[in-house]
């Protein structure tokens, strides 16, 4: 079983920065990916931004040149700075760790709320 525990998130005006934290306890596997995924009211779940152990980098389209994702593979961290907010940002902004348990296996966090004020 894996854990994951996300931080950060809030309120912030429209241009402003947030940083999210999500980090991966317990039965965890060197090879694995972990990520972001944003859900708005009354909308589907989308991904954010996805980053594998081996440091390859997927981000969705609208927040390219926004928002960075990183992690630390010996904390089993991922992080997620978001610049240049905008009030279509505003979501619950879920983490996710997969990684391969004789198939692949998705594990999310709670997730944190990201309001963004025009």
């Known amino acids: 079983q894996v854990l994951v525990e996300e931080s950060g998130g809030g309120l912030v005006q429209a241009g402003g920065s947030l940083r999210l934290s999500c980090s991966a306890s317990?039965?965890?596997?060197?090879?694995?990916?972990m990520g972001w995924y944003r859900q708005a009211p009354g909308k589907q779940r989308d991904v954010v931004a996805t980053?594998?152990?081996?440091?390859?980098?997927n981000y969705e389209d609208s927040v390219k040149g926004r928002f960075t994702i990183s992690r630390d593979n010996g904390k089993n961290t991922v992080y997620l700075q978001m610049n240049s907010l905008k009030p279509d940002d505003t979501a619950h902004y879920y983490c996710?760790?997969?990684?391969?348990?004789?198939?692949?296996?998705?594990?999310w966090g709670q997730g944190t709320q990201v309001t963004v004020s025009s």
């Open positions: 996710i760790f997969d990684q391969f348990e004789g198939s692949w296996r998705r594990y």
């Open positions: 317990g039965r965890i596997r060197s090879v694995n990916a």
């Open positions: 980053v594998t152990s081996g440091g390859d980098i």
